[in-house]
């Protein structure tokens, strides 16, 4: 079994996005500048963020974090996105999700200018990757993509099982993996909550992608020998042992399906790491983007 080290891998990204951000500065080109809504102080959001923000100033990026208090009200979040969209300091910006029930979270996303929607969210964008044309790929399965890729796994004509279907990470996944580019042309079924005998499907599957944010689902009896594992679930899990109260997991049964994969992601340290690095991916795409503009 190969352990897909999405922390060694990320690092690496982020080196090589460092070193095109130096070659910036020393031709005195402005640096990309990401922005960061956060909405509230819910802690998971409140973590990734601060993680996205680290990421920005590790790789020589300029970032913004505007923190917002619960009570915003939809109209005071649509004038920061606004303001943002106009702001020509700012290449791209994300609002952290989920939102306080209060906000309609589809009216916030399609607020955001499309050429800075480093996200990846905006009905535009998501058109422009269904259709196969240049986009933001949001961050999560762009990330898997490049895991699939730089660890050279062969995936034309494989048989992929995408286990969720939501906006942010099954359904780009499965769209993906069936395009014409490299990691895709494989043969995709998505598999959701209604989704009858999903082991009958997994068992067939060459690579498995979790993705429903059910700790440990994804047991070694679902899977066929040498198959690739993808485990994109994070939940906090109650835990009195550690100290900070919870323990994460993901959607994988790591114990006993490592046993027979081929390849498999770690939680933490395998999908989560490479989400940030191609966040910082799409703001360095955004920024060259907006120098053609300019
Ligand atoms: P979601 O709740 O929006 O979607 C879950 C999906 O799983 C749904 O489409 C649902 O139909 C499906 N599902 C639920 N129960 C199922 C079952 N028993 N069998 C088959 N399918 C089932 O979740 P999401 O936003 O896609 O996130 C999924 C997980 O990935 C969560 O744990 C989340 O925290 C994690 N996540 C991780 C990253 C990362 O960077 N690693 C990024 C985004 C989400």
């Known amino acids: 079994m190969i352990l897909l080290d999405g922390k060694q891998t990320s690092a690496q990204i982020k080196a090589e996005i460092a070193e095109t951000v130096s070659t ?17 102080t819910n802690g998971a959001s409140m973590t990734y963020v601060g993680a996205k923000v680290k990421a920005c100033e590790l790789v020589g990026f300029e970032s913004t974090l505007i923190e917002l208090p619960e009570e915003t009200s939809e109209q005071e979040l649509l004038d920061t996105i606004y ?27 399609m607020a955001i200018n499309p ?12 058109g422009r990757l269904t259709l196969d044309l240049p986009t ?29 279907r939501s906006h942010i ?13 490299p990691a895709g042309n494989a043969t995709v079924t998505v598999a959701h909550s209604r989704t009858k005998n999903l082991s009958e499907l997994t068992k067939t599957a060459d690579i498995v992608i979790a993705a429903l944010g059910m700790p440990e ?9 040498d198959a690739v594992i993808i485990d994109v679930g994070i939940t906090r899990v109650p835990d009195s042992s550690k100290k900070r109260g919870y323990r994460i997991a993901g959607d994988v049964d790591f ?12 939680v933490p340290g395998g999908v989560g790491p490479m989400t940030i690095a191609m966040l910082l991916k799409n703001t360095l795409l955004a ?6 503009a300019s």
């Open 287 to 292: 920024r060259s983007r907006s120098s053609v």
């Open 169 to 181: 990470v099954g359904r780009p996944m499965s769209i993906l993996m069936s395009q014409k580019r």
């Open 115 to 126: 050429d800075k929607d480093v996200d990846g969210f905006h009905p535009m964008n998501v």
């Open 24 to 40: 910036m500065v020393q031709q005195n080109k402005r640096v990309p500048h990401l922005a960061a809504v956060l909405v509230g």
């Open 83 to 109: 303001n943002l969209n106009n702001n020509s300091d700012i290449d791209g910006f994300i609002v952290q999700l989920p939102l306080p029930k209060h906000i309609n979270e589809n009216h916030i996303l």
């Open 255 to 266: 114990e006993s399906v490592s046993q027979k994969a081929s390849y498999i992601t770690p």
């Open 217 to 225: 689902f994804l047991t070694s009896d679902m899977i066929k020998d």
């Open 136 to 164: 933001f790929i949001s961050a999560t399965p762009y990330g898997i993509m490049e895991l699939l890729e730089r660890y050279n796994i062969p995936t034309s004509g494989k048989h992929v099982v995408v286990i969720g």
